[in-house]
């Protein structure tokens, strides 16, 4: 039992990252790993409405399947995880009226971040019990967070560095990217 | 105030009939779109037939009715997939049973497995003999680029895994690792789930007299 | 009909190129480009989603209210994968069984919510067809061109770059390749683009 939850957690984190491994949720990875401070603040929103949504698609799914509507996920999930970031809009404006306009656009595109999705169906797919369910959630989440905060800082560094035009923006944070992905698949098979 | 519940009422009207609409279509296309179901084809019968020798070439056997895919009852087999399966790919497609010549009584069962998202799945026909032990293992079918496959479908890790599996009943991950001496984690995981989940149809099959 | 939109509809597919100047769908971009024939099967997945998806959307969007705008498209767009979804399942289950799980995430493909929004909302049936045709193939030919890239590199026994490690790496020399070759392009036919 407390081996499962160990590997959901070190493959949600590191074996598995949902950046460097599954490569899910790239688009918000680009686009807010540019400061250190967004992007900690997209990762925790991300962590948010991924472990929400775990739990809600987790108990739907075990109606669709009571039902035989099991060709009903994909439109069920997508619905359930956009209404989620509307909630998380709504409470954010309220609460942290400045973490709010600092993610900005990036807030509605939680939608369709597939990191969401695809850790939706995942743990459906994977058939966790409530708890795994829960703990994957979050270390996919945390995971996420992990690589933002990383590319972030590597992000920083480069706006000083001298880049071929070609390579400017996209590009090179692509490759950096890469290697990144390089080092992570060296703990690949390191808690099997 | 009037304005505004006019045309919420609307959106939530406009949202309910899309809605309905789409679920109708799927519904339909659920009906009515076939679901693909693996059949005993000469493909098949051909490995079988490499498996399992009848004796004759490839396409007699199959046209005098040598093997005979075992129907099972689809929603007891995605029960059984569920309950035994160690990671999602991981399934049994179809159980195929040689009627005559000198194997007749041998059981063949076809399977996936992975051992690592996001990789293609490797699907393996294991052949057993009447009391449900491993006589033989052939790869159907594994993309040869995959993240993590190469290495052991090498010829002699393939072979050495065969020696090693002929009349078990039961495996582990790590006992085939120690004997073929591959060095892909990943792609003998996957292997060693799809062997484990045949071994345990074979085993569920002889049970029950041949069905789930 | 104005000639103009369906002009620019048409050549959106490259001068526009989804996956290089838009930046949009990188996560099945890298994920799937691991072989030509996954890269191609989920290509075309998503064209014929993206085809019918602005098709669906331009024919409602007098019809679907602005506050429900985006569950709208979301539902309309998980109508089609899911159909897709249910096709190749039934017809071409060895390619089911490697892109299975990328299936379902074409719904949050942001090329297809991005054409249903920017375009599609506001052309006619026509314009959006042929939009979402020229967006397809681009998507297609990009991600195919990935997919041979790396299954080159990697039959070449550089096992890296069928790794989402190489995924990465790769988009990123080709996309810096596709700018460098925009750049040229554009000093050339200035008054194409401006047209």
């Known amino acids: ?192 | 105030m009037k304005n505004s519940t006019k045309s919420t009422l609307k959106s939530v009207l406009a949202m309910s009939v899309i809605s309905v609409v789409c679920v109708a279509v799927l519904a339909f296309g659920n009906a009515f779109i076939p679901k693909y179901k693996p059949t005993l084809d000469l493909k098949t019968a051909t490995m079988i037939n490499e498996l399992l020798p009848t004796g004759l070439d490839a396409q007699t056997a199959f046209d005098n009715g040598y093997f005979e895919m075992l129907e099972l009852d689809e929603k007891k087999l995605a029960d059984f997939n569920k309950n035994n399966r160690a990671e999602p790919n991981n399934k049994v497609l179809a159980v195929y049973k040689v009627v005559k010549g000198d194997y007749s009584g041998y059981t063949v069962v076809e399977a996936q497995g992975q051992g690592y998202s996001g990789n293609d799945p490797i699907s393996l026909l294991t052949a057993f003999d009447e009391g449900a032990a491993v006589f033989d293992v052939k790869v159907k079918s594994q993309r040869e680029n995959s993240p993590g496959t190469n290495g052991i479908f090498l010829d002699k890790n393939f072979d050495n895994f065969r020696k090693f599996i002929k009349g078990k009943t039961d495996v582990g991950a790590s006992d085939i690792e120690a004997t073929t001496g591959a060095t892909s984690k990943y792609s003998i995981k996957g292997v060693a789930n799809t062997v484990k989940i045949s071994m345990q149809m074979a085993a569920a099959l002889n049970e029950n007299g041949g069905k789930l | 009909m104005n000639g103009k939109t369906l002009r620019n509809a048409a050549l959106g597919g490259i001068l526009n190129n989804p996956v290089f100047v838009l930046v949009l769908g990188m996560c099945p971009t890298i994920a799937q480009s691991n072989s030509i024939i996954n890269a191609f099967g989920l290509g075309c997945a998503t064209a014929v989603v993206l085809v019918f998806s602005n098709i669906a959307i331009s024919l409602l969007r007098k019809v679907i209210p602005d506050k429900v705008r985006l569950p709208a498209y979301i539902v309309i767009i998980a109508t089609f994968v899911t159909i897709v979804q249910m096709v190749i399942s039934g017809f071409l289950p060895e390619l089911y069984a490697s892109i299975s799980s990328f299936i379902p995430l074409i719904v949050v493909n942001c090329i297809i919510l991005g054409r249903a929004e920017s375009f599609a909302s506001k052309n006619s049936v026509l314009a959006s067809a042929v939009d979402g045709l020229s967006m397809g193939i681009g998507f297609i030919l990009s991600i195919t061109l990935l997919g041979a890239i790396r299954q080159g590199l990697g039959a070449m026994g550089l096992s890296l770059f069928v790794q989402p490690a190489g995924g990465f790496i790769v988009l990123g020399f080709v996309m810096a390749l596709f700018n460098c070759l925009m750049g040229i392009f554009k000093n050339r036919h200035k008054t194409l683009m401006e047209a």
């Open chain 1, 1 to 192: 039992m407390w081996m499962t939850i160990f590997s959901i957690v070190i493959s949600g984190l590191i074996t598995n990252n949902i950046i460097f491994s599954q490569t899910l949720g790239i688009c918000p990875f680009l686009g807010v790993s540019k400061k250190l401070d967004s992007a900690v603040g997209m990762g925790l929103a991300v962590t948010f409405v991924i472990v929400l949504s775990s739990v809600v698609c987790h108990y739907l799914y075990m109606l669709l399947e009571l039902a035989e509507l099991t060709y009903l996920q994909t439109i069920i999930f997508i619905l359930i995880i956009a209404a989620l970031v509307q909630l998380l809009d709504i409470v954010l404006k309220k609460a942290s009226p400045s973490l709010y306009t600092s993610l900005g656009v990036y807030l509605a595109l939680i939608t369709t971040n597939c990191a969401v999705l695809g850790t939706a169906n995942n743990v459906v797919a994977e058939g966790y019990g409530i708890l795994e369910t829960v703990v994957a959630g979050l270390s996919v989440g945390l995971g996420f967070t992990l690589a933002l905060i990383l590319m972030a800082g590597v992000r920083e560094k480069t706006q000083r560095a001298v880049i071929p035009k070609p390579f400017q923006g996209f590009p090179i944070a692509l490759i950096i990217a890469g290697i990144m992905a390089m080092a992570f698949s060296g703990f690949n098979g390191l808690f099997a």
